[in-house]
Structures are given as C-alpha cells and as structure tokens.
Nanobody, 126 residues
C-alpha cells in the first residue's frame, strides 16, 4: 500500500522560511517522479514543483527562485524548502507520487492521478 506522510507545515511571517518533508513507503520511489501541489479554498490543486526520477526539477513561475525541491532515494523522501514566503503562498500543501502525463502509468494510482498525501497547512501572515 502506497503511503505518503507530509510534515513541516505551520505558520510563519512573510519573508520567512519553512521546509516541508514527505516520507514515502510502499512505492517504486526510485522509478517515479514526485511533486508538491497546493490548494486554497474554492480552487483546484496547483502544481508547485516536481522532480523526476533523474532529478530534473520544475517550478511554477510564482515560486521560482524561492522554493527548492529535493529527493533522497535512500530515505525515500522528498522535501520542499520554501524561502521568502509570501502571503499568497498560504495553502494546504500536498505531496504527490507520480507525475501525470510524464511518468509511466505504473507510477500513478489511476490514469492521470498521482498518489496523494494527507496535506499540511502553510500559513503566511504579514
């Protein structure tokens, strides 16, 4: 059974930093890409960053230069270092295993759908 457990969320003032972590088990971690999404009330989940099985990274424009994604294939974890946080970064952040449209279908829970963690709240205040 695939399991993703996020940690590291919390509250911080604008300009501060947080680091999210995601521990993965029961998954073909080394063979698949991973990602972080975020969601605010009333909107769909937005891809924030992803990392392929061979460490190719992607960042949405809004976080480029501020966030850094990394993976540890030994510990089977991924992280998201978030610096210079802005109020608009406030959201629930979800760890995702498998990148729809990029990874092979075996990396996904269903076609077009990654495996999801439970989410962790990040709140940035002024």
């Amino acid at each position: 059974q695939v399991r993703l457990v996020e940690s590291g969320g919390g509250s911080v003032q604008a300009g501060g930093s947080l680091k999210l972590s995601c521990e993965v088990s029961g998954y073909m971690f080394r063979s698949c890409g991973m990602g972080w999404y975020r969601q605010v009330p009333g909107k769909g989940r937005e891809l924030v960053s992803s990392i392929s099985s061979d460490d190719i990274t992607y960042y949405t424009r809004a976080v480029q230069g501020r966030f850094t994604i990394a993976r540890d294939n030994i510990k089977e974890t991924i992280s998201l270092q978030m610096n210079s946080l802005k109020i608009e970064d406030t959201a629930v952040y979800y760890c995702a295993a498998g990148r729809p449209g990029q990874d092979w279908v075996g990396c996904l829970s269903d076609p077009g759908t990654p495996y999801w963690g439970q989410g962790t709240q990040v709140t940035v205040s002024s």
